[in-house]
């Protein structure tokens, strides 16, 4: 075995020339920083951010803190509504979020998953001020006049067991505090004020579910509340139980139905998949997942059209850009520069105006039908419908997009010697064997680098099918755009666009695969 | 003239225009005998290429009649017409490898496909390439793709193979030993020839005859040695080997010798190639390996020089001189080892015979 190679200090090669070549690599980046700067700021980050937003769920464990933990005791695929714990926690967290004003938006969000939800929210917003919550505040008070002074909790919150042994009503307490300084401003004096009855009710369960270790922890003469829980214990079962969820379906009916509880319970983590599954047209039931009632499936049809509507466009680009691409490469270059001219001039034309002009092209008055009712190609009345439709988004983009299709065919095209077909010839194949088995797969290269870039433009486009494609002619980007800017369900958009994000990598990756990324050329 | 002749290849009267102002070929008539070995020698644009692509049929004739074994073949198209190519670069279809290269020709003419192996064998074989059939052309050096460029001319066995410029991409030493291959196959297959090239001594070393092109026609068509001893104008003497010009007028014109006096008074004896009349301006050409120094008396011209310059060239000595006005007077002396000191600023007496010294058409 050889030992390993060294310059002539003894220095070993691989290190020195590491180091030759590291105030090299260092210029680079140096040079490409300010790109690479400006591409993540504007680019990358705000993509992942959006890709985020498709799991992204904070809302609802950030509104409902109180709730999302209670609620994981209950067993959602029963039929039994949740308990009266669970809406005891509900009360405390609407409080503050009627008082922050964030219960609507919460409404919506649950409302993306189960209709009708957000007018529970909006209703219970302006009646949970109203609840009566006195209930254990009263219990605790009787018990122990203490319990209803603020020093109270004061001193609950320096015992060691705050906040393990209580949840629940470090939650509620939490809420509270937050109430307040929302309702009275930063310098609210909280060390003043016993906290509201819902935070009772939170220490109600709370207490209940104390193991001995913790009441004897609690009471010993050490613990600076041994005042507070000593004796409680035996007190509890004359405490009255909570009276919340009679109060709730006083409120709204929504409270009563077990669908709505199992959104939350769903929905209670802060990462979900349920935009996931509705973009492709599904949701989760207690059943497991299960297709959308066939009036709300659009997703999936949608994703399908757009595929096939990429692909018939990028095969006509072919069709259509062929030709003249060989054109291009063939006639002289003064001719040759004149139809490059005209194949860039598109994109010299901003796009809202090329496609409103193939709306006046292709409307039912417009000039292609008036040329046909002239030629008595068609009958007046039977007029045909080119815009607003399928076709209308085919023949507009396929215009706009053949520019992309051309530019990579003329440039493999201009590299092709005309002498490989001259070869052909003198070989005795005739015009056509020698365009079939010599010029056409040289030109390989640039029909794969121009279908990979009309494809994936056209797969994402939004303008014209939007413009032009009437309700039949959308694509899938339209309807994301829809949630972005319309609907506001960015969750929904996010996912969407990973999927549409997804499946272009894979058929990047699947045409790899097949026809070998290394045999694309653009120029 | 339109008679049958045996003529593998017949130009009569052939003329092309592109543009339809100037004429790139200009009346063209040439016969190539079957198994000749023929090439079409100029400098760029002289139309010997074009001429080719006539023939070929990548471009109409704009007038005359092409012959191939006495078939006129301007309307048949060129996959029609059996003549084998070699390319400039070669044209090897990138996207097969070298036995599909070559099978190619052979699957277009529908021969079963064990003949077809063999054939490609054989001529992978005759070039030297039996290995290389599973080779992408990209895969091979220079010198192998020209090899594989003139075996797929040749695997389906046409009469006539055409050569464009087919060692212009390759180094010195390669196209020296492609040379030889390209002669040894031609004489071993007894095919017909047609190359074109602009490099004199490719053309001189493998030709039968040589067709000299300039401004669209033929200057001189003659074999190797005819057109390097017995030019029959200045362009082709100026055109093949080196050369040295001297300018004068005829003086007397009697018994196939000429004197001619140079514009500062020397008189010379030369050969009279190419003028006519007593009084004619002429240019005197002469080969520098043909001049000696310090003559002996009897020697027909004798002239002084001054050297200016002298080049070490190996086996033998490049002088330059200043002679009868001419301050680019070359002078080559072979490398014996024993020849006297030659230094610049020295005198020296020049001679040569009068045979050695043509007297042609006078240039500038």
């Known amino acids: ?523 | 003239m339109s008679t049958t002749n045996g003529a593998a290849v017949r130009f009569e009267k052939v003329q092309k225009s592109y543009d339809g102002k100037n004429l790139v070929v200009k009346d063209l008539n040439l016969d190539i005998a079957p198994g000749e070995f023929l090439t079409m020698l100029g400098p760029s644009g002289s139309g010997k290429t074009t001429c080719l692509m006539m023939l070929a049929g990548f471009e109409p004739a704009t007038h005359g009649e092409i012959f191939l074994n006495d078939q006129p073949i301007n309307n048949v198209p060129p996959y029609k017409r059996g003549i084998g190519m070699v390319f400039q670069n070669y044209a090897l279809f990138p996207h097969m490898t070298v036995a599909e290269n070559l099978a190619f020709p052979l699957q277009i003419r529908k021969l079963p496909k064990s003949e077809r192996d063999a054939k490609v064998q054989k001529a992978l074989d005759m070039v030297e390439l039996g290995q290389f059939g599973n080779r992408r052309p990209i895969q091979l050096s220079g010198g192998q793709q020209q090899r594989v460029a003139v075996a797929r001319a040749l695997v389906f066995d046409p009469d006539l193979v055409l050569m464009d410029e087919p060692l212009g991409a390759l180094d010195k030493q390669l196209r020296e030993q492609m040379q030889y291959e390209i002669k040894h196959i031609h004489e071993n297959l007894g095919i017909t020839v047609v190359y074109v090239t602009h490099d004199q001594s490719e053309a001189l070393t493998m030709s039968d005859r040589v067709a000299v092109f300039e401004d669209g026609v033929i200057q001189q068509l003659s074999g190797p040695d005819a057109l390097y001893e017995n030019p029959k104008n200045s362009f082709v003497a100026q055109f093949i080997g080196e050369n040295n010009k001297l300018s004068g007028t005829v003086k007397s014109l009697e018994d196939g010798r000429c004197r001619v006096e140079l514009n500062d008074g020397t008189e010379l004896s030369a050969d009279p190639v190419n003028v006519a009349n007593v009084g004619d301006k002429t240019t005197l050409s002469l080969r520098p390996e043909r001049i000696e120094f310090e003559p002996v008396e009897s020697t027909e011209n004798v002239v002084n020089g001054t050297i200016k310059e002298v080049i070490y060239h190996g086996d033998h000595l490049r002088v330059v001189m200043e002679v009868a006005g001419n301050d680019e007077f070359i002078v080559k002396v072979r490398n014996r080892g024993d020849q006297r000191i030659l230094e610049p600023g020295q005198m020296h007496s020049l001679g040569w015979a009068a045979n050695d010294c043509k007297a042609l058409d006078f240039v500038q």
């Open chain 1, 1 to 523: 075995m050889t030992s390993a190679l060294t310059t002539h200090d003894g220095q070993p090669l691989h290190k020195s020339l590491a180091r030759a070549l590291r105030r090299e690599k260092l210029r680079s980046l140096l040079l490409i920083a300010p790109l690479l700067a400006f591409v993540l700021v504007t680019f990358v980050f705000p993509i992942a951010d959006m890709l985020f937003r498709s799991v992204e769920n904070s809302i609802v464990p950030d509104t409902l803190p109180g709730t999302t933990r209670t609620i994981q005791s209950w067993d959602a695929t029963g039929d039994e509504l949740p308990s009266e714990e669970v809406y005891t926690s509900l009360a405390d967290d609407l409080l503050l979020a009627q008082e922050l004003k964030i219960h609507t938006r919460l409404g919506s969000r649950l409302n993306y998953d189960q209709p009708g939800i957000a007018s529970t929210f909006r209703k219970s917003g302006r009646q949970v001020r109203k609840l009566d919550a006195s209930a254990h505040l009263d219990s605790f008070s009787e018990f122990n006049k203490e319990w209803g002074t603020p020093s109270a909790w004061a001193d609950i919150k320096t015992h060691a067991l705050w906040p393990t042994a209580f949840p629940a009503s470090s939650i509620a307490f939490n809420n509270w505090t937050r109430y307040i300084i929302s309702d009275e401003g930063d310098d609210a004096d909280l060390s003043s004020m016993t906290p509201y009855g819902t935070v009772y009710s939170a220490l109600f369960y709370d207490v209940q579910k104390f193991n001995d270790d913790q009441w004897s922890q609690l009471t010993a003469s050490s613990s600076a509340v041994s005042h507070l829980f000593t004796g409680l214990k035996d007190q509890l079962p004359n405490f009255p139980s909570a009276n919340y969820k009679e109060q709730f379906l006083d409120i709204d009916d929504g409270w009563g139905e077990i669908d709505n509880w199992r959104t939350i319970h769903r929905l209670s983590p802060r990462m979900v998949d349920s935009y996931y599954w509705a973009s492709i047209d599904r949701e989760r039931t207690v059943e497991g997942v299960e297709h959308k009632p066939a009036n709300e499936r659009i997703y999936v049809k949608l994703f399908i059209r757009t595929f096939v509507m990429s692909m018939v466009i990028t095969v006509s680009c072919i069709l259509l850009g062929y030709p003249i691409a060989y054109l291009l490469a063939t006639l002289p270059t003064r001719t040759s520069n004149l139809l490059l001219i005209l194949v860039l001039l598109p994109f010299w034309t901003s796009l809202l105006v090329r496609t409103s002009a193939w709306k006046v092209l292709l409307q039912q008055q417009g000039v292609i039908n008036d040329i046909l009712v002239w030629a008595r190609i068609i009958g007046d009345d039977g007029r045909l419908a080119l815009i607003n439709n399928i076709t209308g988004t085919i023949i507009t983009m396929t215009h706009i997009l053949l520019p992309f299709m051309i530019l990579p065919l003329f440039s493999v095209m201009k590299t092709i010697s005309p002498s490989y077909v001259r070869a052909a010839k003198s070989m005795g194949a005739t015009d056509w064997t020698a365009f079939r088995r010599v010029y056409f797969p040289n030109t390989i290269p640039g029909i794969g680098a121009g279908s990979i870039l009309v494809f994936i433009l056209s797969i994402g486009y939004y303008i014209t099918p939007e413009l032009v494609g009437g309700t039949s002619g959308v694509f899938i980007s339209n309807r994301i755009a829809y949630h972005i800017s319309s609907s506001l369900n960015w969750g929904l958009a996010a996912a969407l666009g990973s999927i549409l994000l997804a499946s272009v990598l894979i058929l990047y990756w699947a045409y790899d695969k097949v026809v070998g990324i290394d045999n694309v050329k653009l120029g």
